[in-house]
């Protein structure tokens, strides 16, 4: 079974990151993955801005790297795909966090990514 575009773009932008290098390996990826992965490495140092100031207490280089790459992917939702509603958004990177992260994972993403979700989008109120 091939894995969700969301867990496809959090896979490909963790290995990347973990190399450091630019361009993660794309082949296989859907559409929607692509998406993600393009928006997230187009956008990441705003998006870095704004997880750091919602994190209290959380630098981002005390985050652990996959919590990281899931709130740049769940904040590059919440802030260019209007589509799709902020509680699915939220919902699936907390679903993320407690399949690949820590066991506390789910609960700091949700929080920070709760948070962002309410300035983003406003509108879905």
């Given at each position: 079974m091939k894995p969700e575009p969301r867990d496809q773009a959090l896979q490909r932008l963790?290995?990347?990151e973990q190399r450091d290098v630019s361009n993660p390996d794309l082949t296989g990826v859907s559409p929607r993955a692509l998406r993600l992965i393009a928006g997230v490495?187009?956008?990441k140092?705003?998006?870095?801005?704004?997880?750091e100031e919602?994190?209290?207490h959380w630098s981002l280089d005390r985050?652990?790297?996959v919590d990281l790459t899931i709130l740049r992917i769940g904040l590059f939702e919440?802030?260019?795909e209007p589509g799709t509603?902020?509680?699915v958004i939220v919902s699936e990177a907390v679903e993320l966090a407690k399949t690949y992260s820590t066991e506390r994972s789910g609960s700091f993403v949700n929080g920070v990514l709760g948070h962002l979700?309410?300035?983003e989008r406003t509108a879905d109120r």
């Open positions: 963790y290995e990347a490495l187009e956008h140092a705003e998006l870095d801005r704004s997880i919602a994190s209290d985050m652990p790297p919440l802030r260019f509603p902020a509680g979700a309410e300035s």
